[in-house]
Every structure is written in C-alpha cells, then in structure tokens.
Antibody
Framework: QVQLQESGPGLVKASETLSLTCTVSGDSITNSYWSWIRQPPAKGLEWIGYIYYTGSTKYNPSLKSRVTISADTSKNQLSLRLSFVTAADTAMYYC?????????????????WGQGTLVTVSS | QSVLTQPPSVSGAPGQRVTISCTGSSSNIGAGYDVHWYQRLPGTAPKLLISGNTNRPSGVPDRFSGSRSGTSASLAITGLQADDEADYYCQSYDSGLYVFGTGTKVTVL
C-alpha cells in the first residue's frame, strides 16, 4: 500500500521560504511522476507542479518564479520550496502520485494523496 | 482561480440520487481532456473516485458514476448514504496545467 506523508514547519514568516518534504513508502519515487497541490482556506485546489526522479519538472506559471520541486531517491522523498511567501500562500499542501509508470500525460489523475500539511504564513 | 465550476453544495436524503456538475470550457473539458473526481471526507486526504471520465478504481462502490459531455462532466451518487457526506472535486487539464473544480459539499439530510 502506497503512503505519502507531508512534513515541515506549520508556520512560516512572510518573505521567507516555505520548505516541505513528502516521504513516500510502499513505492519507489523512481517509478512515477509526483505532484504538489495546495488548497488555501475556503478556496479551491491549485496544482503547484510535478517532478520526475531524473529532475524533470514542470511548474504552474503563477508560481514558477518562486517554486522549486526536487527529489531525493536515496531517501525516497520529494521536496517543495516556495520562496518569498505571503499570506496568500497559507494553505494545506499535499503531495500526490501520477498514475503511469515513467510517463506523464494530459490525462493524468492523482492517486494516492498524502494527508496534507497546513502551512500558515505570518506577517 | 479554478477554471472548472461546481455547485457549492448539493443535498439529498438517504437512498436518493444526487448529481454534481463540473462545468468547463473549450480549453479543458471541451477540448477532450479527461475528467477525474475525488472525494474528501472530513479530515482525510482526497481519494480518487473516478478516473478517465467514467472509470471506478478498485474498491469504489458502483453507486458512484461519472460522465462527460461537451464542456461539462457530472458525478452521480445513487443510493446516498450517510458516509457519502464529503467534499467532491473534479479535475482536468487546461493550457498546460492540471486544474481542479471549485468543489461541492454533499450533505446527507
């Protein structure tokens, strides 16, 4: 059974960098593409970006200048860094797996998801 | 900034059938991109309910069904049960991004 667990500081100061880790168990991160997704309070879900273990990434243009997603195959972990955060970055952050082995498509869905971690940006 | 619009809430009595619409445009659902559905029970991670418009993953009851037509998609829940009370989200693809619906809260009366 594949499980994803997000972790990181729950409180980040405005203008600083948010750093989160997603630890994957039950599957190797080398098998699939992986995405980060967030949901601000009372708002909808927003796709942040994806990564393949080779380092191939794609980001949401609205966040591209501030976001970095990386992968550590030795720890079977994914990481998210979001710089110069503001109150608008306060959200529940999720990591999730894409469905196909070694392939990314426009028809991808996300399964499974981690439980999510709430990050609050303080002024 | 969700590009897929869902009704904020739907409700029904136990045993009834409810449907949740997901309205997009010619750049997402209307362009032929697949629609997927997720259920998020209170305090839990989103769970895949329907993939590829109509496909139920193993373990998802056949009370849940999906459809797509034109620029919209729908999720139907038949035989509504108390534990179906949750938030539901559609997801598709648009202009190089994976996009989500605004979300619908299903209340069982």
């Amino acid at each position: 059974q594949v499980q994803l667990q997000e972790s990181g500081p729950g409180l980040v100061k405005a203008s600083e960098t948010l750093s989160l880790t997603c630890t994957v168990s039950g599957d190797s991160i080398t098998n699939s593409y992986w995405s980060w997704i967030r949901q601000p309070p009372a708002k909808g879900l927003e796709w942040i970006g994806y990564i393949y273990y080779t380092g191939s990434t794609k980001y949401n243009p609205s966040l591209k200048s501030r976001v970095t997603i990386s992968a550590d195959t030795s720890k079977n972990q994914l990481s998210l860094r979001l710089s110069f955060v503001t109150a608008a970055d306060t959200a529940m952050y999720y990591c999730a797996r894409h469905p196909y082995f070694g392939m990314i498509t426009t028809g991808d869905w996300f399964d499974p998801w981690g439980q999510g971690t709430l990050v609050t940006v303080s002024s | 900034q969700s590009v897929l619009t869902q009704p904020p809430s739907v409700s029904g009595a136990p045993g009834q059938r409810v449907t949740i619409s997901c309205t997009g445009s010619s750049s997402n659902i209307g362009a032929g991109y697949d629609v997927h559905w997720y259920q998020r029970l209170p305090g839990t991670a989103p769970k895949l309910l329907i993939s590829g418009n109509t496909n139920r993953p193993s373990g998802v009851p056949d009370r849940f069904s999906g459809s797509r037509s034109g620029t919209s998609a729908s999720l139907a829940i038949t035989g509504l049960q108390a534990d179906d009370e949750a938030d539901y989200y559609c997801q598709s693809y648009d202009s190089g991004l994976y996009v989500f619906g605004t979300g619908t809260k299903v209340t069982v009366l």
